[in-house]
């Protein structure tokens, strides 16, 4: 697959070698797609929820190594769609609304149809640790479930869990917490940790991204002390992870839910769309190549 910095696909769409960026609507026909990386827990999700378990995606999509950046490409690219989480959106793209095989209607991506099971893309936002929390860590994590925590998850624009209060007034000890993993969920952890080690600067909280892959895999070599994932841990890293920890439990944390958007350039007259043309968009021997491809797309649009 093509795999280019979004900042240099930017400077090639102005340039032409794209689509040109700017407004006014599309400018041809053809679908850019934007994609993320196989590393990402997005990709991963994307790929089982629309493309199916066995799905592969087609070649030739414009890979990006963050979920910004996806939203950040498609912003300057009229024709190109791509799908990242719902707390990355910008005025300048569109988050389309989305059918569900067999469904009567489409569903917009919001707080409030993630939370209802309506939208067909709702996912979880998980932190993964090896054994029982304790000290700092334990003392981290209880605050991230607490209303305050939760509320920065609400602030950002996903979707929080039924807070818990914190019955312990106890200051955290001293530590330092390693944190990598999910770029959808990045925004997030940075905010909770700035807010954090601001209430309890005797703790440093070390956040990076990298992709669900990357922390879960860091997680399992014992660098980090909490992984983020946008996707569920894989058997076989289960595996690893109970065999080079010496049979510690993991433990799994829902901290929000996201609905994963499908973004469009906010001059694209489309406003909604079904699984199964993302599946023919996306996926490996999909026959979708054009905008006038796709149900609901007016034909004189596709043909500016």
């Not at 001059?267 to 996306?282: R, S, T």
Request: proline content about 4%; overall charge negative; some cysteine.
């Amino acid at each position: 697959m093509l795999r280019r910095s979004s900042s240099f696909l930017g400077i090639l769409g102005c340039l032409g070698l794209f689509l040109g960026c700017g407004g006014g609507g599309t400018s041809s026909d053809d679908i850019v797609r934007v994609s993320r990386q196989n590393n990402s827990g997005t990709y991963a999700y994307f790929r089982e929820a629309v493309l199916g378990k066995e799905g592969q995606f087609k070649l030739g999509s414009i890979d990006q190594s963050g979920s910004k950046d996806v939203v950040e490409l498609v912003s300057i690219t009229p024709q190109a769609i791509g799908y990242s989480g719902m707390g990355y959106a910008t005025p300048e793209v569109k988050m389309l609304a989305v059918k569900a095989e067999g469904a009567d209607a489409a569903v917009a991506p919001t707080s409030e149809n993630a939370a209802a099971g309506a939208y067909p893309l709702a996912r979880g936002l998980y932190i993964y640790l090896l054994g029982e929390p304790e000290g700092a860590t334990k003392h981290y994590l209880n605050w991230i479930m607490s209303p305050e925590g939760q509320k920065i998850v609400e602030d950002i624009g996903y979707v929080p869990m039924p807070a818990v209060e914190v019955t312990d007034e106890t200051a955290p000890p001293e530590a330092t917490i390693k944190v990598a993993g999910s770029d959808t969920m990045v925004n997030a952890a940075q905010a909770w940790a700035e807010v954090y080690m601001k209430k309890y600067p005797q703790v440093s909280i070390q956040v990076s991204g990298g992709g669900s892959g990357v922390g879960i895999a860091k997680l399992i070599d014992g660098t980090v002390d909490l992984a983020n994932a946008s996707r569920d841990m894989k058997e076989e890293e289960r595996e690893q992870a109970i065999s080079k920890s010496a049979g510690k439990e993991i433990k799994e944390i829902t901290t929000a839910l996201d609905a994963l958007a499908v973004y469009v350039h906010k001059e694209n007259p489309l406003n909604e769309i079904d699984i199964e043309d993302l599946k023919q968009i996306y996926g490996d021997g999909g026959t979708i190549q054009k905008w006038s491809q796709v149900k609901g797309y007016p034909a004189d649009d596709a043909t500016n």
